[in-house]
């Protein structure tokens, strides 16, 4: 008997230091997964309501959202400096055309959800002509949203001699249209609803416009994809659970509080809009959509002719959340939601 707790004793030591080295070697891969993102507006708030409320951690990942240019986001995934990419199509777009076999996986949102504001004195669409129109940048994504907008409202920018000006990032647009440095602008409704008690007239609600679109997603690398296939899964889950927990009315405080944070809102009311807008642009619909990103192609063409050659199936990848279909994990994101 002695004999045999000799043998059972360093027996279940083994046992317990290969279980615990087993853990040790999943808690590893929890080191920081770089991502970036060109800036933090509503429709980017899963991926980081999913890194704030530690979701990400659930699925043994821990997540660094950087502030990065497009430009920048490509050259760093090419040198292997950041792991992925999160922005709207065409920042997958233009790291195809920089040589990087890259693919998307992932996009919550799938509605643009924003206000047309202008000068007080512009009652009308076509008091646009020849106007200045405020910017990110030409060829990013908030001019891809603008661009849709506009042609959806049977606006030309040609045709009406619209004047696309370069401003910068969200707030710095809003404070150029406060400052009547430019006429008009497409911008969220936390910001229209800054906009239109300063007296800013709001020329069209884009909430309702049906058109194929996907918005803030994240890609990465294909060898990435290859190599480490359930890093990419557990990765893409997070994500799912971030717009869940999103979506879920018992979190409305919370959310509003991360709003509050990262979109620096100053009022409750900005608050409330800007929940009420995430809540609708935050879908659990999160397939890369082929005609949604046919749409984007087309426009992003017009500023770089050769995206019109790419073929977008090559651009995008639906294995993940095929997978999460067909094994219950987003059909019970749904019913968690009562949808």
Known sequence: MIKSNKVILPLIVFLSVVICTSKNSYSQERRKIRISNATLSYSALPLVAAREWKLFQEQGLEVEIILMRSAAAVAALVSG???YQSGI???????TLSGVDSRALWSSTNRITYWLMAKPEYKSLQDLKGKKIGVQSIGG???????I???????????????????????TILQALLASNIDAAVITFASAAVAKRAGLRSLANTADLKVPYQGVGVCTRSDRIANSPDLMMRLVKGM???????????????????????????TDQDAETSYNALRTVSSLDVAPDPEAWRNIQKYVARVTPKVAQLDINQIINVSFVKTLEENGFLPEARKKLGM
């Open 89 to 95: 199509g065409p920042a997958s777009v233009s790291a």
């Open 81 to 83: 400096d950041l792991d």
């Open 240 to 266: 799912i659970e971030g717009v869940v927990f999103i979506q879920d009315p018992r979190n409305k405080r919370e959310v509003m509080e991360i709003l509050r944070k990262h979109l620096r809102l100053s």
């Open 141 to 147: 994504g908030f001019w891809l949203q603008t661009m």
């Open 149 to 171: 907008v506009l042609d959806r409202l049977g606006v030309d920018p040609d045709k009406s001699k619209l004047q696309m000006r370069v401003i910068g990032d969200e707030p």
